[in-house]
Structures are given as structure tokens and as C-alpha cells.
């Protein structure tokens, strides 16, 4: 099956976690970013032409970057497409490891939650991390 990945943001981020991705990845995925509000192009419209481009067939991963923004509101109406998985608060662990992940299984809703689990284990506070040296650490 094939997969699509769709990332979705206000602004910028959308393009420079897909250019990013893309880097680290070797162009492993099909990633398309989505810039809400950098035209006068209302997002309704941006992610209704964007989903009708898209075969029914094809398996499509929606990332966005906030629950409650009104770019994840538009993909929202999209959830009950077969083969669709949207999920809110993407980050670089996130999207690599969809990007990473083998096309020859669709995901399921347990790997999605898995997949989240882990990116959301990827976010700490550094300066509450304590680091053990040793002698071999000079």
C-alpha cells in the first residue's frame, strides 16, 4: 500500500520538519507539507484540494501541529477516511519515525500510539538531567 504523509502547520514548520525529515531520512517517505496562512488562500481550502488530490487507496498520515488550531480543526472533518491516521503535536522523533516506518503494513492504531509514546518519551528537560562522569569522560 502506498503511504502519504501529510504535514500541517501554521506558517513555516510544516515545511522545515519535511525538509528536515527528508535530510535525515535520505527521502525515505512521500511527505508533503502544508503552510497554512502564508497566502491569501484560505486553509479550508488548502486541505480540501490537498485530500481530493490524494486516491482513496493510498494510506495518508496527517501530522499537525496543535489539537486545537484551526489546521487540525480543517483535517479533522477527515478521520473517518479509510486509511487515514491525523494526529496532533508533530515533532522531528515523530514524524522520522513515521517517515522510517516499512510500507508494507498499514498502521494500525496500536503502532500510532506506540510510535506518539515514544516521540512524547523523546521530550525532557535537559537541565534536570544528571550525568555521571568518569575518569574515561576527559
Do not use: W
Not at 28 to 35: E, G, M, Q, S, Y
Not at 117 to 122: D, F, L
Request: hydrophobic share 45%; glycine share 2%.
Amino acid at each position: 500500500m502506498k503511504r502519504k504523509i501529510i504535514l500541517a502547520s501554521h506558517h513555516q514548520f510544516a515545511s522545515g520538519l519535511a525538509d528536515t525529515v527528508n535530510f535525515i531520512s535520505n527521502n525515505a517517505a512521500d511527505i508533503v507539507a502544508l503552510t497554512a496562512y502564508m497566502d491569501n488562500q484560505p486553509v479550508e481550502q488548502q486541505v480540501k484540494s490537498l485530500m481530493a488530490s490524494i486516491p482513496a487507496e493510498v494510506e495518508i498520515v496527517i501530522l499537525t501541529d496543535m489539537l486545537a488550531g484551526s489546521v487540525n480543526q480543517q483535517f479533522f472533518n477527515y478521520r473517518m477516511r479509510p486509511h487515514t491516521q491525523i494526529i496532533s503535536g508533530m515533532n522531528l522523533p515523530l514524524a522520522l519515525a513515521i517517515a522510517l516506518e516499512p510500507t508494507d503494513h498499514e498502521l494500525t492504531d496500536q503502532l500510532v500510539c506506540d510510535l506518539i509514546t515514544q516521540a512524547q518519551e523523546s521530550i525532557v528537560s535537559v537541565n534536570q538531567m544528571s550525568i555521571e562522569m568518569d575518569d574515561d569522560d576527559e
